[in-house]
């Protein structure tokens, strides 16, 4: 189902809804293969308010500079992710809101992972306008 183009507030003022595709998108940084849980982060995203746009703003501009910290840990420690406070504070101090976003090619695996996702979102917002047109 497409969304309608609206501006994209700033995390601190849309707290509510972000916090929720942030909890699912930072599995993409973790030490743990997100591949078991990506039905689930992609129907999290196609059901959330955002547009594709807005969710690659979200994806790059936020989660990644909250979360990709853990990848420079060396020795890299196991990880399973931020709990939600601490989620939310680090998106809150380390965001790029506004910003352009990050070169992909810095990025393979983010990249991957963003071009998959970005695919099963707009695959799946399709499939439930086709649905309710029916």
Not at 28 to 35: A, E, N
Not at 38 to 62: G, M, P, Q, T
Not at 92 to 102: C, E, S, T, Y
């Given at each position: 189902m497409p969304?309608e183009?609206?501006?994209?507030?700033?995390p601190?003022?849309?707290l509510?809804?972000?916090?929720v595709?942030?909890?699912?998108m930072?599995?993409f940084?973790?030490?743990?293969d997100?591949?078991p849980?990506?039905s689930?982060i992609v129907?999290v995203?196609?059901?959330s308010?955002?547009?594709?746009?807005?969710?690659?703003s979200?994806?790059w501009?936020?989660?990644?500079p909250?979360?990709?910290?853990h990848?420079?840990?060396?020795p890299?420690?196991a990880?399973a992710?931020?709990?939600?406070?601490a989620?939310?504070?680090?998106v809150?101090?380390?965001?790029?809101?506004?910003?352009?976003?990050?070169?992909?090619w810095l990025?393979?695996?983010?990249?991957?992972?963003?071009?998959?996702?970005?695919?099963?979102?707009?695959?799946?917002?399709?499939?439930?306008t086709v649905?309710?047109?029916d």
């Amino acid at each position: 189902m497409p969304r309608e183009a609206k501006v994209l507030e700033p995390p601190d003022r849309d707290l509510e809804e972000r916090a929720v595709v942030w909890e699912w998108m930072q599995h993409f940084w973790m030490d743990t293969d997100p591949l078991p849980l990506f039905s689930r982060i992609v129907d999290v995203c196609a059901r959330s308010k955002y547009s594709l746009h807005d969710l690659e703003s979200i994806y790059w501009n936020e989660v990644m500079p909250a979360v990709a910290f853990h990848l420079w840990l060396l020795p890299a420690p196991a990880w399973a992710g931020l709990e939600s406070d601490a989620l939310q504070g680090r998106v809150l101090k380390k965001h790029r809101f506004g910003k352009k976003l990050p070169r992909r090619w810095l990025h393979p695996y983010a990249n991957e992972w963003w071009k998959k996702l970005r695919a099963a979102v707009s695959e799946k917002r399709e499939s439930e306008t086709v649905q309710l047109s029916d």
